[in-house]
């Protein structure tokens, strides 16, 4: 049965929950299952705008779609990924996503097509009031709740980032975003254009290449390329000796560590890892052609890493049904596009993958006390909750290793968190920070495009601990998982009033 069927079936949902989680994707799901297994006594709900849980492995169906890291660590720590494969297509991770939702049962607590628009913090009461509005409805409702928990992500479901190319209205064939793809589009024997070399351009590159007459991967600067195998027998290997609970523990740590050590190899030792990055494409592709078209001018992890299982992108390349171009855009012409070099590229298909749009706290309108939010001037207590708001928690993944560790960690810690306030009747908790900290690096430490384009919206981080997004997940299992609730940041009342905030005991 779908999750949409068992929705239609469900009884009216209560007005009040102690919890309230916003968003059914990785995040949310991770956050449901945790409530369920550390809160079994927590009333909850997880609001979800779409007609599917999922987030972005339902959003998204351009060709090949597929994780942009190892599945051992981006599946869940409490439900170990247990195939082959290293790196998994996006209806693999969905169906993985689908049997959580069952196995956990959280069906019923799960509220489709439902889009939060604003969430509104009572200190006189100590509740949040949500009002939620239907797809396709002008009519919206409230909910409220003890304890608000945001995991819808960081960009913005509705569309996708395009540059405004000029003479974009001349071109005669279709042009599409990644995240806008078309039901059954036939590009069979035409010549394509993927406009990027991220992660997305990447994987739709070798995929459309199977079909299209040629794909030209266009793009402004080269991007790192790490290569990976797509599936492995090692956990096989390593049941036969340990049994299956114990090697999907040794190799889920074994990713982590990998990840950990390239990522601090990158930036202590950026030259010979960028020559290490480099030479991937040298062997595949010749000197002359990774000099060319896969050499950025920054340093590894400055921007996040892109991987290319068993090397497709390059295979399709010697075969002669891809090809890169490292140019700039002059315009749009009637048939492709003409670069600043004075070269024409001839399309029938453009396909924009230039990047996300970010959206900060989910897009919601949030107030505390009739004051508006603004989340700039907020700083992240631990990744997990911001400085001066109340009973709010967000999820937000690492940039430069598995989302779903972060997600897990931040899960486990307000699980915790609220089992430390019932034990102590404490009905408030905010962390504040005071005049000894200061203002930090930005929340993702990257320089990628989309990321400078809105990252003066985002909260900050701080100086010093706990104010600190390391983005490590070593250093945060002590800092989230293994550190006490109480310490002199995070202020808690047992009165209904947020002005009579006091320090824990």
């Not at 920054?298 to 991987?307: F, S, V």
């Not at 598995?402 to 968190?417: F, N, Q």
């Not at 900290?437 to 990257?446: A, I, P, R, T």
């Amino acid at each position: 049965m779908s999750i949409k069927t068992i929705e239609k079936n469900l009884p009216p949902k209560p007005k009040h929950h102690d919890v309230i989680i916003i968003g059914a994707g990785i995040s949310g799901i991770s956050a449901g299952c945790h409530i369920k297994k550390l809160c079994p006594n927590k009333s909850f709900t997880i609001l979800e705008g779409r007609d599917n849980i999922g987030g972005t492995w339902d959003l998204f169906r351009y060709p090949g779609i597929r994780s942009d890291s190892d599945m051992h660590t981006m599946g869940f720590r409490f439900r170990p990924w247990r195939t082959a494969s290293i790196i998994a297509d996006g209806s693999s991770i969905l169906n993985y996503l689908r049997e959580t939702v069952e196995e956990y049962k959280l069906e019923k607590n799960i509220l489709l097509n439902n889009w939060v628009k604003h969430a509104s913090w009572c200190s006189s009461q100590a509740k949040w009031v949500v009002e939620i509005q239907e797809e396709n409805s002008v009519e919206t409702n409230k909910l409220t709740c003890d304890f608000l928990w945001l995991c819808g992500g960081y960009y913005s479901y509705k569309k996708g980032y395009t540059p405004n190319f000029k003479g974009r209205d001349s071109f005669e064939g279709q042009i599409i975003h990644p995240q806008e793809w078309p039901k059954n589009l036939n590009y069979n024997d035409k010549n394509v254009v993927v406009i990027g070399s991220g992660a997305t351009a990447v994987t739709i590159v070798p995929s459309m290449a199977k079909k299209a007459s040629h794909v030209t991967m266009l793009q402004r600067s080269p991007t790192y390329y790490e290569l990976v195998p797509y599936e492995s027998n090692l956990e096989k290997s390593l049941q036969k000796f340990f049994g299956v609970r114990l090697s999907s523990f040794l190799i889920r740590w074994l990713f982590i560590l990998i990840g950990s050590l390239l990522f601090s190899l990158s930036r202590k030792y950026p030259d010979k890892m960028k020559k290490r990055l480099i030479n991937h494409a040298s062997n595949a592709l010749g000197k002359d052609y990774a000099e060319k078209h896969f050499t950025p001018t920054y340093n590894p992890w400055d921007q996040r890493l892109c991987l290319i299982p068993d090397g497709d992108l390059f295979r399709v390349i010697n075969s002669g049904k891809a090809s890169v171009v490292t140019d700039h855009i002059e315009k749009f012409t009637k048939k492709g596009i003409q670069l600043k070099s004075g070269k024409h590229l001839n399309a029938d298909l453009i396909i924009t993958a230039t990047g996300l749009n970010l959206e900060v706290l989910n897009g919601i309108q949030i107030k505390v006390d009739d004051t508006l939010v603004d989340f700039s001037k907020t700083m992240s207590y631990k990744g997990v909750m911001f400085s001066d708001i109340p009973n709010l928690a967000y999820t937000f993944g690492y940039t430069n290793a598995s989302w779903t560790l972060k997600a897990d960690l931040t899960s486990e810690y307000v699980g915790r968190l609220l089992n430390y306030m019932d034990k102590k009747d404490y009905s408030i908790c905010c962390p504040h920070a005071d005049d000894s900290v200061k203002e930090g690096e930005d929340l993702f430490n990257l320089s990628s495009g989309y990321i400078k384009r809105s990252i003066h919206k985002f909260p900050k981080q701080g100086s010093h601990d706990p104010w600190k997004n390391m983005q490590n997940y070593l250093k945060d299992i002590f800092v989230i998982r293994m550190s006490k609730i109480q310490d002199k940041v995070l202020k808690f009342s047992t009165k209904k009033s947020i002005n009579s905030l006091q320090e824990p005991l």
